[in-house]
């Protein structure tokens, strides 16, 4: 997945009028605001709400749902292998959002301020903040992209990171 093809995957969703948040690799590097490292995938978080509508413009544009572990997330591969990795957010009335999880008592929390802004390739981009990159981070053996993208933020903002 290049920066141009998540930059028309995000034209295409704003077009749709649609929410997202790009999360995952790229959501790093975006906060960055440059691109360290190749992508396999493009994850976005949307409003569960405007499923619909995403889901509608993906497939406009070729995209077919290619996995499902709904409700918590699902992938859509476009025909030359393009996937993109999408989690349905339930937003609260303070900006706040839930995604469900493995464990349905445990659901993923993202606070308000979470919310925020990166670039790629000098376009302003919605994406997830530094911490909560960090807080998706935990649980799980990671692989040598998760370690690379974890060192990028202790580079860049000096947060700290479980590995």
Known sequence: MTAEDVLSVLTLLRRAEVDVWIGGGWGIDALIGEQTRDHRDLDLMHRQDQEAAVMTALSEAGFVESLSWRPIRFVVTAPDGREIDLHPLAFGDDGSATQASPEPERPFTYPSPCFVTG?????????????????????????????????????????????
Do not use: N, W
């Open 119 to 163: 670039a790629i390739k000098g376009t302003t981009v919605p994406c997830l903040s530094a911490e909560q990159q960090v807080y998706f981070h935990q649980g799980y053996e990671p692989t040598d992209p998760d370690r690379h993208d974890m060192a990028q933020l202790r580079r860049v903002f000096g947060i700290a990171t479980h590995f």
